[in-house]
Structures are given as structure tokens and as C-alpha cells.
């Protein structure tokens, strides 16, 4: 027991010290996630905590030199154990199942944020081993670089021009998948400026490691001052400058660009869908 006391204390001081993006939450979306997290884990414990005890005592209780234990062979059709053994669990699961049921709408990564507040609109292409960024609104594109406003919802649309892959910003919500000729949807919400680390959640291939980008929520003149800087010194990328892009390449620095092909994430989705050497 005393071996388990001094664990949880050196881990509870670990959790302490390090930033877990998970729990240091920075966004609405996260913050929620966060809060499902620590509820399942805690409803869980219901069940753990006792059998971690019960495993020590009954052992202690029971050992071969203990003469005064009480011999009690018939527990096999005990009403109250079986009610107490197969009833609490049975709760927690209900508990659990119905608590997953109601936040799996409420957390739809496809369902728009509630606020007054356009979205900004991202457009995300996973590529081997880097993320291409398109914002169509603003007719730029960059590489391993998310810029967006605080406290500005973001709606993303994701697909992959390489092996199926995971988009994940920790701090600001859930990961979803980035898949070949298809469009999946995610919505969240920077509720502080600062710079929170993102992340591919699937491994695809030998370039996986470096396959990371930085997110930077900042305020919204300082996002319109970005994008104006963008515009204005980007390199153009068009659909056959993308073609050199979407070349396998790893660590790659950031790199901004002047979206001259307006239909460039319908292209690279539909490329999937045409026949063998259809346009």
C-alpha cells in the first residue's frame, strides 16, 4: 500500500509539471472533450479502486497464516454479492452509455460552433509528410502553418493527396481522419491567443515523426495583417505548381503562397474519382 501511495503521489507531480495538451485545454471543443475524459475515468474507478483493494485485503485476510480467517465456501449463490458484483457494474456501463450517447451529438466534429461570428473557413490537405492549409476566402495557402483568429469559430474541410492520415490540434479539440477523395469536416474554436502544437494522429509512412504543424491564434486585426502579408509576398500556387508540392518530402519548413487556382481542394478531391487518366 505504501508502494501505491508514493506512485500515485509521483505521478499526480509529474502530471503537475509537464504540459499535456489534452488537459491544458485552450478551446471550447477540447475543454468539453477534456471534461468527458475525466468523468468516464472517475465513473471507471467505481469499479477499479475497490478491486485493486479487495485484491490486497483478501489476500492479507486470507493468507496461510492466519488461522481466524472464517471459512466460507457457499458465496457462489450469495443474493447480496451477485446483486453488489454484477449491479454496480451494470450502472457504471448504463451511466457510461448514456452520457457517450448524448455528448456524441453535442461534440459532432461536423456540427457548426453557436456564435454570432462568421467562421473562418480552412480547407486542410494531409500530403506526405506535411499539411497544406487553403484558405479560400482569402485566396492563400500555406504550409505546416494553421493562422487563425481567437475566439473565431473555424470550420475545416479535410481530405489527404497521400496515405490516409489524422488531423489533430490536442489543445483545441479531437482528432479526425483525412482520407483520399473524400471531404471530412471539423469545427472548433481558440477561446485565447497563443501558439498550440498540431499533430498527425495516423502514422503514414517513413515521414511520419516530422509530420507536424504549428496552429497560431492571434488576434483578428493581427490575422487580417497576416493574411495582407501573405497576399502580398506569397508564391503562386496554381495546379501545377501543386503538382511539385504534393511531392513526397519531410520536415518541411513553412511556406506561404498566393492561391491562384480557386478550385484547387475540388481538384485534388475529385482526382480520386475520375477514371484512369481522365482531367
Do not use: C
Not at 485476510?61 to 454479492?81: G, V
Amino acid at each position: 500500500m505504501l508502494l501505491i501511495l508514493v506512485a500515485v503521489i509521483g505521478l499526480v507531480a509529474w502530471l503537475g509539471s509537464v504540459n499535456i495538451p489534452v488537459l491544458d485545454t485552450k478551446g471550447w471543443i477540447a475543454w468539453k472533450e477534456r471534461k468527458l475524459i475525466i468523468i468516464a475515468a472517475l465513473l471507471m474507478l467505481i469499479v477499479v479502486l475497490p478491486v485493486l483493494f479487495l485484491t490486497f485485503y483478501i489476500s492479507w485476510k486470507y493468507r496461510a497464516s492466519n488461522e481466524k480467517a472464517k471459512y466460507s465456501p457457499r458465496w457462489d449463490h450469495h443474493l447480496a454479492a451477485e446483486v453488489l458484483w454484477w449491479g454496480i457494474p451494470f450502472a457504471i456501463i448504463l451511466a457510461l452509455a448514456i452520457l457517450t450517447w448524448y455528448k456524441t451529438y453535442e461534440l459532432d466534429p461536423y456540427k457548426p460552433l453557436d456564435s454570432a461570428t462568421k467562421p473562418l473557413t480552412v480547407q486542410v490537405v494531409a500530403l506526405e509528410w506535411k499539411w497544406l492549409f487553403i484558405y479560400p476566402e482569402q485566396k492563400i495557402a500555406t504550409i505546416n502553418l494553421l493562422q487563425i483568429p481567437a475566439n473565431v469559430p473555424v470550420h475545416f474541410d479535410i481530405t489527404a493527396d497521400a496515405p490516409m492520415n489524422s488531423f489533430w490540434v490536442p489543445a483545441l479539440s479531437g482528432q479526425i481522419f483525412a482520407m483520399n477523395g473524400m471531404v471530412t469536416q471539423l469545427n472548433f474554436i481558440a477561446d485565447e491567443e497563443g501558439s498550440y502544437q498540431g499533430y498527425s494522429a495516423n502514422i503514414s509512412g517513413e515521414g511520419f515523426s516530422g509530420m507536424k504543424f504549428v496552429t497560431q491564434a492571434s488576434s483578428s486585426e493581427a490575422f487580417e495583417q497576416w493574411v495582407q502579408s501573405v497576399q502580398q509576398s506569397g508564391a503562386p500556387l496554381t495546379w501545377e505548381s501543386y503538382q511539385q508540392l504534393a511531392k513526397p518530402t519531410s520536415y518541411d519548413p513553412v511556406s506561404y503562397y498566393v492561391l491562384e487556382d480557386e478550385g484547387l481542394f475540388d481538384q485534388i478531391v475529385m482526382k480520386f474519382m475520375m477514371p484512369e487518366g481522365g482531367h
